[in-house]
């Protein structure tokens, strides 16, 4: 039995390493273009952000709606430390740049996680879904205090704004196809070890039955806490990501119809299901990419294909199921036996 | 070990318990029975910090627990069952018990995250000891299964499995026998008689069929609308005219 978890796993590893072979190569190559590979990074940051709103809406029951305000904190945190903090402009080199940039995606994640504790502890500590109207407001509150933060630069001889309403631009172009992979792989492995371990058993027993998990010593605001302040960093570093590609941010991004996008890749993948979220991030991603040359005609189409979608699989695409190497050992052996 | 003072509660105007007072010694089985709407439940409620008493006090091997939240209660040693079965439906049975030793566990976030050979010993043990206790009920064909899907009698072994592995002092089961026939129930009653002996359990259970309860427990105590009207032994229980009168109405004969 040993040798089939390294087997699972080992494919997996294989598989990306492949991957990423093949995508680096075709790039070289300009077979795959620049416009191509910033889909394929959108895809990866949107995963990111899907599944950890998962780990929060699907894996232990709650109802956020303010993931993009998380994200947008993370970007502008990431986007100030890069610009204005440590100045990295086009030309800076990139061996100098990257330690910057991931100073940049830790502190957003720190911030972001300090945010989301600040917001889900007193929260989470009452019943129904007081989240949800809490995390709208958030969303706002996100939006309207971007729109006031805003700094004069000195560029050599001229005064620039930087921030408020006209957004955040000038963002170097740091998030390339390796580091985003890496941070995407690594989310992964993290939300997926912490779900099969006695803290996410927990948090799905809270979803299951709140009652029942509470009396069977499972403290539940921590949990809830938990698993929110988990979800809020992930989403606080693929704001960073996502700041270091599209090069600008602006206060709207946060607010609740950008939520809802990653709301949507949630349902659809399946609520629970890491696989799921994934595949919905990505596909969501492509299509509504792809779309793009049909105008805003791409917005109905994108509907019409989602109310197919839930009325033929109304638990999404994955239910609750999981790809085999995402799964350790002792579970699989379950989804054998059933 | 419990002591129960005085303990009174309102839902609003309607007094669901007046005035109740226990006191269970370790190893102890008390039986706690009375019409629907005695306030059987709503006691359970009160010990385990589902509710707060508006009046009287809990104390728990000398300490007192009133108010306290109920994953603290279930920290303290005390653990229930439920009437109407709560059960972590879509999680398969093992994983239902290894929920409920959560709190016994100790392997921190990072070790998880990083799967540190601490957290997969732990996890490993915590594993084959829900496996084993589960066998005990008889559920170790079922282990793999989602909760949700057995039938009614197994969901109720598994409640029961999920509070012992908590590792408590004291086992409050709600009504264990619930829609099982009277030979069912008696077996299942052995069974728990067997494992409170096994784990060294005090146990107040709360039964509607009375010679399940009869046959058990040492002392009883008789509640109706929220008072108690009769404490004593079986014996003295099935022959106590208010009891035969709350059971049965005024006049009535057995």
Not at chain 1, 221 to 230: D, G, I, N, W
Not at chain 1, 262 to 285: D, E, K, P, Q
């Given at each position: 039995?040993?040798?089939?978890?390294?087997?699972?796993?080992?494919?997996?590893?294989?598989?990306?390493?492949?991957?990423?072979?093949?995508?680096?190569?075709?790039?070289?190559?300009?077979?795959?273009?620049?416009?191509?590979?910033?889909?394929?990074?959108?895809?990866?940051?949107?995963?990111?952000?899907?599944?950890s709103?998962?780990l929060?809406?699907?894996?232990?029951?709650?109802?956020?709606?303010?993931?993009?305000?998380?994200?947008?904190?993370?970007?502008?945190?990431?986007?100030?430390?890069?610009?204005?903090?440590?100045?990295?402009?086009?030309?800076?080199?990139?061996?100098?740049?990257?330690?910057?940039?991931?100073?940049?995606?830790?502190?957003?994640g720190?911030?972001?996680?300090?945010?989301?504790?600040?917001?889900?502890?007193?929260?989470?500590?009452?019943?129904?879904?007081?989240?949800?109207?809490?995390?709208?407001?958030?969303?706002?509150?996100?939006?309207?205090?971007?729109?006031?933060?805003?700094?004069?630069?000195?560029?050599?001889?001229?005064?620039?704004?930087?921030?408020?309403?006209?957004?955040?631009?000038?963002?170097?172009?740091?998030?390339?196809?390796?580091?985003?992979?890496?941070?995407?792989v690594l989310t992964i492995i993290i939300i997926r070890n912490f779900i099969y371990s006695r803290h996410g058993r927990?948090c799905?027993?809270?979803?299951?039955?709140?009652?029942?998990?509470?009396?069977?010593?499972?403290?539940?605001?921590?949990?809830?806490?938990m698993a929110?302040v988990l979800?809020?960093t992930f989403?606080?570093?693929?704001?960073?990501?996502?700041?270091?590609?599209?090069?600008?941010?602006?206060?709207?991004?946060?607010?609740?119809?950008?939520?809802?996008?990653?709301?949507?890749?949630?349902?659809?993948?399946?609520?629970?299901?890491i696989?799921?979220?994934?595949?919905?991030?990505?596909?969501?991603?492509?299509?509504?990419?792809?779309?793009?040359?049909?105008?805003?005609?791409?917005?109905?189409?994108?509907?019409?294909?989602?109310?197919?979608?839930?009325?033929?699989?109304?638990?999404?695409?994955?239910?609750?199921?999981?790809?085999?190497?995402?799964?350790p050992?002792?579970?699989?052996?379950?989804?054998?036996?059933? | 070990?419990?002591?129960?003072?005085?303990?009174?509660?309102?839902?609003?105007?309607?007094?669901?318990?007046?005035?109740?007072?226990?006191?269970?010694?370790?190893?102890?089985?008390?039986?706690?029975?009375?019409?629907?709407?005695?306030?059987?439940?709503?006691?359970?409620?009160?010990?385990?910090?589902?509710?707060?008493?508006?009046?009287?006090?809990?104390?728990?091997?000398?300490?007192?627990?009133?108010?306290?939240?109920?994953?603290?209660?279930?920290?303290?040693?005390?653990?229930?069952?439920?009437?109407?079965?709560?059960?972590?439906?879509?999680?398969?049975?093992?994983?239902?018990?290894?929920?409920?030793?959560?709190?016994?566990?100790?392997a921190g976030l990072l070790a998880s995250i990083l799967r540190l050979p601490s957290f997969i010993?732990?996890e490993?043990?915590?594993?084959?000891?829900?496996?084993?206790?589960?066998?005990?009920?008889?559920?170790?064909?079922?282990?793999?299964?989602?909760?949700?899907?057995?039938?009614?009698?197994?969901?109720?072994?598994?409640?029961?499995?999920?509070?012992?592995?908590?590792?408590?002092?004291?086992?409050?089961?709600?009504?264990?026998?619930?829609?099982?026939?009277?030979?069912?129930?008696?077996?299942?009653?052995?069974?728990?008689?067997?494992?409170?002996?096994?784990?060294?359990?005090?146990?107040?259970?709360?039964?509607?069929?009375?010679?399940?309860?009869?046959?058990?427990?040492?002392?009883?105590?008789?509640?109706?609308?929220?008072?108690?009207?009769?404490?004593?032994?079986?014996?003295?229980?099935?022959?106590?005219?208010?009891?035969?009168?709350?059971?049965?109405?005024?006049?009535?004969?057995?």
């Amino acid at each position: 039995m040993k040798k089939l978890t390294n087997k699972a796993v080992l494919f997996a590893i294989l598989g990306l390493v492949v991957v990423y072979g093949i995508v680096t190569i075709l790039h070289q190559n300009h077979i795959l273009n620049d416009y191509i590979m910033r889909i394929i990074i959108l895809m990866m940051i949107n995963a990111i952000l899907a599944v950890s709103l998962n780990l929060i809406n699907g894996f232990t029951g709650l109802f956020s709606v303010g993931h993009a305000g998380f994200m947008i904190t993370g970007g502008y945190v990431a986007g100030f430390i890069t610009t204005l903090v440590f100045k990295v402009t086009a030309e800076t080199p990139y061996y100098q740049a990257l330690p910057m940039f991931v100073i940049a995606i830790l502190a957003a994640g720190a911030v972001s996680a300090l945010v989301g504790f600040l917001i889900g502890l007193p929260v989470l500590r009452l019943s129904d879904d007081y989240l949800a109207i809490v995390t709208i407001g958030f969303g706002e509150i996100i939006r309207v205090i971007f729109n006031f933060i805003s700094f004069k630069v000195d560029k050599g001889g001229w005064v620039q704004d930087v921030g408020g309403p006209r957004g955040l631009s000038g963002i170097p172009l740091l998030s390339n196809f390796t580091l985003v992979m890496i941070v995407f792989v690594l989310t992964i492995i993290i939300i997926r070890n912490f779900i099969y371990s006695r803290h996410g058993r927990a948090c799905i027993a809270i979803r299951e039955n709140e009652v029942a998990a509470h009396l069977m010593g499972i403290n539940i605001t921590k949990y809830k806490v938990m698993a929110f302040v988990l979800g809020s960093t992930f989403a606080g570093v693929a704001g960073a990501l996502l700041a270091h590609i599209i090069q600008m941010l602006h206060p709207t991004m946060g607010g609740f119809m950008k939520s809802v996008e990653y709301l949507i890749m949630v349902y659809l993948g399946g609520m629970g299901s890491i696989s799921g979220s994934v595949i919905a991030a990505f596909g969501l991603t492509a299509v509504s990419e792809f779309l793009r040359p049909i105008g805003e005609l791409r917005m109905v189409l994108y509907g019409v294909l989602l109310i197919i979608l839930m009325l033929k699989m109304p638990a999404g695409l994955m239910g609750r199921k999981e790809f085999p190497f995402l799964v350790p050992l002792k579970e699989r052996q379950i989804h054998a036996k059933n | 070990m419990l002591k129960i003072d005085h303990l009174t509660h309102y839902f609003g105007g309607l007094k669901a318990v007046e005035d109740f007072s226990i006191d269970i010694q370790p190893r102890q089985m008390i039986g706690l029975i009375g019409p629907n709407g005695a306030g059987k439940t709503t006691i359970f409620n009160l010990i385990t910090g589902v509710y707060k008493p508006t009046q009287g006090h809990v104390y728990f091997d000398g300490e007192d627990l009133t108010g306290f939240k109920p994953w603290r209660i279930t920290q303290h040693g005390i653990v229930r069952t439920f009437q109407n079965i709560r059960l972590f439906s879509t999680m398969s049975v093992i994983e239902n018990i290894m929920v409920a030793h959560h709190f016994r566990m100790k392997a921190g976030l990072l070790a998880s995250i990083l799967r540190l050979p601490s957290f997969i010993k732990e996890e490993r043990e915590t594993r084959e000891m829900a496996a084993k206790l589960a066998d005990i009920f008889g559920l170790s064909d079922v282990l793999e299964t989602p909760a949700g899907s057995l039938p009614y009698g197994r969901q109720r072994r598994v409640e029961i499995v999920r509070a012992l592995v908590t590792e408590p002092k004291l086992l409050l089961l709600d009504e264990p026998a619930a829609g099982m026939n009277p030979k069912e129930a008696l077996e299942l009653l052995a069974l728990i008689k067997k494992i409170a002996e096994d784990f060294k359990l005090t146990i107040l259970l709360i039964e509607h069929q009375m010679p399940v309860v009869m046959g058990v427990a040492e002392r009883i105590h008789v509640l109706d609308f929220g008072r108690t009207i009769a404490v004593g032994t079986p014996k003295e229980i099935q022959n106590h005219p208010k009891v035969i009168e709350a059971y049965l109405g005024e006049g009535a004969k057995l």
